[in-house]
């Protein structure tokens, strides 16, 4: 499909909804120093050929205010930006395009959670996090009863070898990845679906470090 056949009502209502999701987020300080990113992706879908919007920031070279979040572009199954504009597109683009190519998802949340920081950290040598017998791992789509998942961790750095890793470590059945020190990554089929999802795994999160505090028994 191309472009300009994706009707308008549908870009714009995947506008709103991650405007409507981001500011959420930021109201429960989970984009701290405005970090993070939103996606989402519109029309048709074939892995070498699919768009989606996603946040931006200006470009702070020929803007006097510092960048903001509120803005978003669309962007072509490469990770380019498809029209011409001063606005620069999440530095982890290709991360979000990867990831669409893989799983065919339709919305990606990469955010900054505190528990989910934390736990990337502690177990970024052991490559994974391991989690068994959570009712919310549900909200992951997984329904099997006590299911046992490994949320992969994947090194991070400014040139972002991650995306070279994903699909080597990442089970796209498995919607949720960590980035060492770099924050958490959740997809879904929409982007109140990967808001869940984020809320899921940052309790999950959160409750594998408390039982980390808990005196042996």
Not at 68 to 89: E, I, Q
Not at 109 to 122: E, K, L, P, R
Not at 129 to 151: D, P
């Amino acid at each position: 499909m191309e472009f300009e056949a994706i009707t308008l009502e549908e870009k714009q209502q995947a506008l709103r909804d991650l405007e409507n999701v981001r500011e959420q987020l930021i109201a429960c300080g989970q984009l701290p120093a405005a970090s993070g990113s939103l996606s989402a992706r519109v029309g048709d879908y074939k892995p070498d050929e699919f768009y989606f919007a996603i946040t931006a920031q200006q470009d702070v070279r020929e803007e006097a205010q510092p960048p903001s979040l509120g803005h978003f572009l669309f962007a072509d199954s490469t990770g380019s930006p498809y029209h011409s504009t001063r606005l620069l597109p999440s530095d982890d683009i290709p991360l979000h395009a990867k990831l669409y190519r893989m799983s065919g998802c339709k919305a990606i949340i990469h955010a900054h959670t505190v528990f989910g920081s934390v736990m990337s950290n502690y177990y970024g040598d052991d490559g994974y996090v391991h989690a068994q017998g959570f009712e919310l791992i549900k909200q992951l789509g997984i329904w099997e009863e006590a299911a046992e998942i490994r949320i992969p961790v994947l090194s991070n750095n400014s040139s972002l070898p991650a995306i070279q890793q994903l699909p080597q470590v990442v089970d796209t059945r498995i919607p949720v990845l960590l980035l060492r020190g770099g924050g958490m990554y959740v997809w879904g089929d929409t982007i109140q679906q990967a808001k869940l999802r984020l809320e899921a795994m940052e309790f999950i999160s959160e409750v594998l470090y408390r039982s980390l505090l808990l005196p042996a028994k």
